[in-house]
């Protein structure tokens, strides 16, 4: 049983982190979103184990996306939030997670194109106003236009508590009544995801240029066993003596080009 109090922290949560992707993006590039999400989510439910595995999952799920030209894409925020907190609640683990979290994360595709409607019809009422030089309503209608009907309640605020508040009564029902083979299935899934969301990434990284790096990381971690801290550690270095070794083929060049300009 999630209680309101759970509920409310969960969905201020959301917002925030929501609130912060949109505009000043600390915890949305510098650190993993879903990871932070579902570790302060496990923390609120009691379980920041189950946290941390929910989030780790949605985030490698969520590589290489992104809402280009106005494209809507998964809200893994909204199906890490729901996930872990129905994952922990009912004592179901990641299989619970992903059952529940992968499909309100794939309907929040369709959240995000009616948010965009919604904000498109405040939009033009601002610019009503403000053509009929009524500016105080303008302002009133922004302002409460984006805390009631803006992307970011539309997108993690209203879903997340929906979803909570709905699905807290009815769970086990529901869990009970998904068949064995869809929830195996979607397990399968998720355990695909992530490599197709590192495919996806490695597509836009220039792999081919730095393949024996990739090769040497492979090596490290298959044949050495080696795990994931070391290896970024190793990386570092490499990176860092290339860079150095960069910088100063520039100071050589800027160097050798001032004398030949005083000859």
Known sequence: MITPLQILLIVLVCTLLNWDSMHIQIFYKGIGEMVLLGFIVGLIMGDYQMGLLVGGTMQLMNLGLAGYGGASIPNYRIGTAVGTAFAVATGGGLDTALVIGIPAATLGVQIDVFSKMIGSYVLHAAQKA?????????????????????????????????????????????????????????????NILPAVGMAILLKYLPAKKYFVYLILGFVLVVYFGLSILPVAIVGGIIAYVIYGGLQKETSGNVITGGGIGDE
């Open 130 to 190: 403000a053509e009929e030089q009524k500016f105080k309503k303008m302002n009133r209608i922004i302002f409460w236009g984006n805390l009631f009907l803006g992307r970011i309640t539309f997108t993690s605020t209203y879903p997340v508590l929906i979803m909570l508040v709905l699905g807290s009564a009815c769970i086990n029902s529901i869990l009970g009544f998904i068949p064995a083979w869809l929830i195996d299935g979607l397990k399968t899934v998720g």
